[in-house]
């Protein structure tokens, strides 16, 4: 059942507000532009929510504009190699999301004539678009009346309607609410006026109440709890796994690397051989018998659900050394850029303490 008058008031106060402070992004058609005819390229907006996804737009900008400028149509990265996208990737980590981009664009270009389909229900059938994101890519490229669902939204939500239930138990009530306030006039710019509210002024700390739009239809600045919502469960803590790594070196620069099995985490990337990660550290496994020396360098990284620490190995291999893991990749094409955090951190501690000949 709607609140006609609050269900109306929301997306009364909130379009002209976005009309007027919509944020400036690479992959945003901008109110102005739309009014005057200028349509959203779903393949930039599908684009960016798959990078936004667990990112942060300042992130994500550098990444969006140089992947765009190589590949500026889904027909386009379609056709990349797959190893040229991860490597563009490197760096924005939940590498599934890389792979999955790629099974999208090829069935968008190959099944779909480079069309991305226009409701909710055909883009949930491509690979790597969930519920969000076919949500997102529906309402702001196509203008469909979908309720978009990111943390800034949950955010607003919470706030305007009181909702003390913590997340994430409380996402169905939010999600119920969001679909009541979606309008169905300009249902893509009103999606994402929420998301800007959310970002700029109803921002997780110090929410800048004074300037909020919807100051006055807000439940929580009225009861003085906006700053406390929404309430979230308490986190379990992260267990920690342990592991080795090896960097192996030639004396002419070339570089022990191995390309991760597709599945499991970093996926399809290219890295330094290591062991598995367990609890306990396991036993030694060198990738080729060298003289390994141990500097006493440990790489510290944190994933979504643990902690991992590695011990960094170093080696300067004989130059006829086999590697029964991994391939020697020579200096001038080896780009420390194209590996993933992870495995750059390692490169980037080993400096200065390789063993000496």
């Not at 040229?84 to 990737?89: D, G, I, K, L, S």
């Not at 080729?288 to 300067?316: K, M, N, Y």
């Not at 050394?321 to 391939?327: D, I, K």
Request: proline content about 10%.
């Amino acid at each position: 059942m709607r609140d006609g008058f609050l269900d109306d008031a929301v997306s009364a106060a909130l379009l002209p507000w976005y009309d007027r402070h919509a944020r400036n992004l690479p992959w945003r058609v901008p109110p102005e532009a739309l009014a005057a005819g200028i349509l959203p390229d779903p393949y930039r907006v599908w684009l960016s929510e798959i990078m936004l996804q667990q990112t942060t737009v300042a992130a994500v900008r550098d990444y969006f504009q140089r992947f765009t400028a190589r590949w500026p149509t889904v027909a386009a990265l379609a056709a990349a190699e797959d190893a040229e996208v991860m490597a563009e990737w490197a760096g924005l980590g939940y590498y599934a999301r890389a792979r999955n981009l790629l099974k999208c664009a090829r069935v968008v270009a190959g099944e779909h004539g480079g069309r991305f389909p226009d409701t909710e229900e055909g883009l949930r059938s491509l690979p790597g678009i969930g519920p969000y994101t076919a949500a997102a890519v529906a309402a702001i490229a196509f203008d469909r009346p979908a309720a978009v669902m990111d943390g800034n939204v949950e955010r607003v939500l919470a706030r305007l309607f009181a909702v003390e239930t913590p997340l994430p138990a409380a996402k169905p009530e939010l999600r119920a609410l969001s679909e009541r306030l979606t309008p169905e006039d300009r249902p893509g710019c009103y999606a994402q006026a929420v998301m800007d509210l959310g970002a700029t002024i109803c921002t997780p700390r110090a929410p800048a109440c004074g300037i909020c739009p919807v100051i006055e239809l807000c439940r929580a600045r009225a009861e003085g709890i906006a700053a406390d919502l929404p309430r979230k469960a308490p986190k379990a803590a992260k267990p920690t796994r342990l592991g080795i790594v090896y960097l192996a070196r030639r004396r002419d620069g070339a570089v022990l690397l191995e390309t991760r099995p597709d599945k499991g985490l970093l996926g399809g990337m290219l890295g330094w051989p290591g062991t598995d990660w367990a609890e306990t550290e396991p036993p030694d496994a060198p990738p080729l018998s060298a003289e390994w020396h141990d500097p006493g360098l440990e790489v510290r990284h944190t994933f979504t659900h643990f902690h991992l620490r590695l011990r960094v190995l170093l080696a300067v291999p004989e130059p006829d050394a086999t590697p029964r893991r991994g391939t020697f990749h020579p200096r001038a094409t080896f780009r420390p850029s194209s590996l993933p955090t992870l495995m750059r951190k390692a490169w980037n501690l080993a400096e200065g303490a390789w063993p000496q000949d």
